[in-house]
C-alpha cells in the first residue's frame, strides 16, 4: 500500500528551532502543493565535483525513500537489547551506514524510543509492549534499499500484522 500526503496547513519559516519563541513564529497561509517545487540548479544538478545522492526511479528524481511501518502482535518490544540487535541488522540488510544509535527505555517494563542515525540518513522506532505495537520509521537516500529492513525487522518482532506506507522524499518535477 503506497501513501503520498501532501501537507497543505500553516508553516513556520524564518527561524531555527533554537531560540525560537512562540512570540516569533511567523505563521504563513501559503499550501505546499508537492507540484510546486522549486529547486535550486546547484541542487538538482550536481556538477562532476558533487555528488548527488538523489535517486532516479521510473523517470522520477527524488531525495529517498521514507517507509512508515506499523507493526502490529509485536514481540520484543521492551528488551532493549533485541531492538538493538534489530536495528543493527535492518542497517546492514540496507547496507546502509550506521553513524549512531540511540535507544531510551521508558522503565524495564515499558515501552522503547530511538533512531538509528545513519549516513544515509535514518531509522527510529517507537514502541507499545502493552499493545504489542511499534511504530517504524525509515528514510534513506543513495543507494540504500529501505525494503531490505522490513523482513529482519519483522523477524525480530514477531509481527502478525504489517502495515506499510511509502513516501518519496525531496521528489523533482
Not at 23 to 49: F, K, L, M, Q, Y
Request: charged share 20%; glycine share 8%.
Amino acid at each position: 500500500m503506497a501513501t503520498n500526503v501532501s501537507f497543505l496547513g500553516p508553516v513556520i519559516r524564518g527561524h531555527s528551532k533554537k531560540g525560537l519563541k512562540k512570540a516569533e513564529a511567523r505563521r504563513t497561509d501559503e499550501v505546499i502543493a508537492p507540484h510546486a517545487v522549486s529547486v535550486p540548479a546547484n541542487v538538482s544538478d550536481a556538477g562532476p565535483e558533487q555528488k548527488d545522492f538523489f535517486v532516479e526511479r521510473n523517470g522520477v528524481r527524488f531525495a529517498g525513500t521514507h517507509l512508515l511501518i506499523d507493526f502490529w502482535q509485536a514481540e520484543n518490544l521492551n528488551n532493549l537489547h533485541a531492538i538493538e540487535r534489530a536495528l543493527r541488522e535492518a542497517v546492514d540488510a540496507c547496507r546502509a551506514t550506521l553513524l549512531h544509535l540511540h535507544l531510551h527505555h521508558f522503565s524495564p517494563n515499558g515501552g522503547v524510543s530511538g533512531v538509528a542515525v545513519l549516513a544515509e540518513s535514518h531509522i527510529s522506532i517507537h514502541t507499545w509492549p502493552e499493545r504489542g505495537y511499534a511504530a517504524i520509521d525509515i528514510f534513506m537516500c543513495g543507494s540504500c534499499d529501505p525494503y531490505q529492513a522490513v523482513p529482519v525487522l519483522r523477524r525480530f518482532f514477531g509481527a502478525g500484522q504489517v502495515q506499510l506506507g511509502e513516501q518519496k522524499r525531496g521528489m523533482i518535477l
